[in-house]
């Protein structure tokens, strides 16, 4: 049985002008879980989160955290215990990074000593550096000013954190590399992440379930990333989760296709051979068999990872190597539908690279192929439905 | 410059009163203004009545202060107290204000998080509010101290005793010398302490001119685009401010 963490019991915000922020929520939250709560803006999603650690207080309903009311326990207690990320960081400007991290422990009477010690030691599993421990935020990046605020939220070892839309201020580049650095931190650490955000896919990637807003404080639905994709609850939540969202649930399901052997050109020898599944050592190339028939070549640089393909002219010519078409995305074994999908349809040929671990030629994957292990996925997941 | 060799005592003796007649009520003014302006900031219905009563004793001209004051509190009216209170009062004029505007400019991002975290109010203000407000404050207290030297002089007219005290006996007994030597002493003075005043609020906002440095390389792969060169604009007006009045009110 899983341990629920946090309970909303008809919980509602209602402020004195009439606006209905959250309306009678219903909502438990398993422990170690990383639950995203995604809406427009004005959907009480930070109103709800903000619940937790009683910066907003309920007009009706219980929040339990950890099966203790939070209305009976004093505000600062209750807002120790738990972490607390917020957009632009919310750090202290007059005070350095290892005192910022430090705060709460400090709050908690932890010495000066023993709590900068801890927090140096954090710095280094939120990917900075310990010479950055006695700057001021200011003269950090957003990126770096966000990720001591992680560190800051983890400082006090809470098993709740609160994360409000913590991701949002910072470019995308350096925004992929926090959500990709949070989940190999929840892998470490299972706390019970509450992940405030109005961007769907960050809640798909980052959610192990995924909560929607819609405007007026009401709870959409409330499900797995997976589900909300395949299954939306309603035309709001269809509509939120917005286009392509046939093509993202595809990321859920695990490719079963065979592997193709293709025939590869070694770019420095011009020597031909043919790579598929179960030849550990490529095969020469005989001019004949699936391989041989298709209109194109892979070309490979000497450790037999992929540069593009080349046409093959009528004469059974490959062409010269200022014809190089660089290739699409690749898709590793294993991988899902949808890399496998966007591998066959961004290549040249149709035909997806699957590439080994070490980034080899594996074989390929016609693009039709990909389909038909798509629609068989569909077929099984409807028969499946129907024996239910 | 005879003159001075032969009453340099008197004129230190002059000095260190003026000097105290114009620090004392500072540091009472602060005690008095900063949780004045705490309460009225952000507050719908203090922060005019505060603002604007305290506005108002600023127009009260300092000779009558010094001539009503001993009547309302009973002390003889060339009693020292009586310029103490007085510059008291025009130092909460100036510093309500300014404390208000300190406290309003606070980021609200910050004090939230602070709450967030675990603040209790008290803590909250004397850890995070009070040190944040620092560089508005500063520049409020430097305008205070100044123009409360040259306040001082005025109780020289009803006999106390002050750096003013050589302007007034000077021009009684037509001493050129004794009046530039009140003149100079007083700039001094004055220039000194807004100086000190200036080297205190710098070495307590070192947090503030962090921004310019950048990052260091190594320190963090891809997002090291420092975007903290922002933060000197606030402090460097507030500077500038000080400056432009100190120097109209020490002239």
Known sequence: MTEMAIRYRGVSKVYPDGTTAVDNLDLDVPSGSLTVFVGPSGCGKTTSLRMLNRMVDPTSGVVEVNGQDVSSIPAAQLRRSMGYVMQQSGLLPHKTVEDNIATVPRLNGVSKKESRANARELLGSVGLDESLATRYPAQLSGGQQQRVGVARALAADPPVLLMDEPFSAVDPVVRQDLQHELLDLQKRLHRTIIFVTHDIDEAILLGNRVAVFARGGRLAQYATPEELLRAPA?????????????????????????????????????????????????????????????????????????????????????????ELRVGGTLWHEGDSLRTALDAALSSPSGQAVAVHEDGSVAGVVPGEDVMRAIEEQRATRHHGAEQA | MNWLTNNWPAVLELAGAHLMQSVVPVVIGLLISVPLARLAAGNRWLRPLFVTGSSLLYTIPSLTLFVVLPLILGTRITAVSNVIVALTLYVIAILVRSCVDAFESLDRDVLQAATAMGYKPARRFFGVELPLAVPVMIAGLRVATVSNISMVSVGAVIGIQSLGTLFTDGLRRSIVAEIVVGIVATVVIAVVLDQLLRLLGHTMTRWQRTGTAAPHASARRRDDTGDGADTGGARGAAGALATVESGGASA
């Open chain 1, 234 to 322: 309603d035309d709001f939540v269809a509509d939120f989760i917005g286009r392509d969202r046939g093509f993202r649930s595809l990321s859920f399901e695990n490719a079963a296709v065979a592997l193709q052997p293709v025939t590869v050109l070694a770019a420095d020898t011009g020597e031909r051979t043919v790579v598929g599944p179960g030849s550990e050592n490529p095969a020469p190339w005989q001019g004949t068999g699936a391989a041989a028939s298709s209109d194109w070549v892979l070309a490979v640089d000497e450790r037999r990872h992929p540069l593009g393909w080349l046409p093959v002219r009528s004469g059974g010519e490959a062409a010269g190597r200022e």
